[in-house]
T-cell receptor
Framework: SQTIHQWPATLVQPVGSPLSLECTVE??????LYWYRQAAGRGLQLLFY??????ISSEVPQNLSASRPQDRQFILSSKKLLLSDSGFYLC?????????????FGDGTRLSIL | AQSVSQHNHHVILSEAASLELGCNYS??????LFWYVQYPGQHLQLLLK??????LVKGIKGFEAEFIKSKFSFNLRKPSVQWSDTAEYFC????????????FGSGTRLQVQP
C-alpha cells in the first residue's frame, strides 16, 4: 500500500534561518506531489506542485522554494525564513494519469518562526 | 480562479443533533468535489468525494454530501452527530483537468458536546 511520510512534525526556527522540510511517498511511482500551507484561521493554500522529477510549479510568490530530486521525494526549502512563513505545511500526493483520484496527505509539519 | 467558501467557521452541537455544513465554490468548468476531515492531532483524511453520477454521495462514518450544480454547492450532512465527530472539516474543489491541485475552503471547526 502507498504511504506518505513528512518530517519533522514540529519545527521552531529563528527568523533568517534556512528551512528544509522533506516528504517522501512509498508504494507508488511517478506521483503528482503537492505542498500546501495552512496559516492560522485560514484554509489550505497550494504552494507548489510537481508532476515529475525536476518539474516544479509555483502557485504563489513567496519566500519558499521546492525541489524534487527523486521520483518520490519532495522538499520544501527556504534560504531565510520570515515571520510570515509560520504555519502548518502539508505534503500530498495523488496518482498521475488517473483522472479521478483524491489526494492523500501527510501528517504535516507545524512551523513556528521566532 | 477557483475559490471555495465555507460559511460556518465554528459550529457547536449536542450529540444526536443533525449537522449540515455549507460549501460553495466558484469555478468555470467541470469539478471534482471533496470533504476532508482533520481530527485533533491527526492528519487530514478523505471523508467523501464526488466525481460524477449520483449527486448524493455517501462517505465514511455516516456522512453524506449533495452536489447541487445550479447552486455551486456541496453541503455536508449527518443526521445524528457523535462526540467523536469533533474535528475540523474542509471542503475542497479540484478542476477536472490540468494540475488537479485542490482549492480548499477555510474550514469549519465542529465541536460536539456530550
Amino acid at each position: 500500500s502507498q504511504t506518505i511520510h513528512q518530517w519533522p512534525a514540529t519545527l521552531v526556527q529563528p527568523v533568517g534561518s534556512p528551512l528544509s522540510l522533506e516528504c517522501t511517498v512509498e508504494g507508488t511511482s511517478n506521483p503528482n506531489l503537492y505542498w500546501y500551507r495552512q496559516a492560522a484561521g485560514r484554509g489550505l493554500q497550494l504552494l507548489f506542485y510537481s508532476v515529475g522529477i525536476g518539474q516544479i510549479s509555483s502557485e504563489v510568490p513567496q519566500n519558499l522554494s521546492a525541489s524534487r530530486p527523486q521520483d518520490r521525494q519532495f522538499i520544501l526549502s527556504s534560504k531565510k525564513l520570515l515571520l510570515s512563513d509560520s504555519g502548518f505545511y502539508l505534503c500530498a500526493w495523488r496518482p498521475s494519469g488517473q483522472s479521478n483520484q483524491p489526494q492523500h496527505f501527510g501528517d504535516g509539519t507545524r512551523l513556528s518562526i521566532l | 480562479a477557483q475559490s471555495v467558501s465555507q460559511h460556518n467557521h465554528h459550529v457547536i452541537l449536542s450529540e444526536a443533533a443533525s449537522l449540515e455544513l455549507g460549501c460553495n465554490y466558484s469555478y468555470g468548468g467541470t469539478v471534482n468535489l471533496f470533504w476532508y476531515v482533520q481530527y485533533p492531532g491527526q492528519h487530514l483524511q478523505l471523508l467523501l468525494k464526488y466525481f460524477s453520477g449520483d449527486p448524493l454521495v455517501k462517505g465514511i462514518k455516516g456522512f453524506e454530501a449533495e452536489f447541487i450544480k445550479s447552486k455551486f454547492s456541496f453541503n455536508l450532512r449527518k443526521p445524528s452527530v457523535q462526540w467523536s465527530d469533533t474535528a475540523e472539516y474542509f471542503c475542497a474543489v479540484q478542476g477536472a483537468w490540468g494540475r488537479r491541485a485542490l482549492t480548499f475552503g477555510s474550514g469549519t471547526r465542529l465541536q460536539v458536546q456530550p
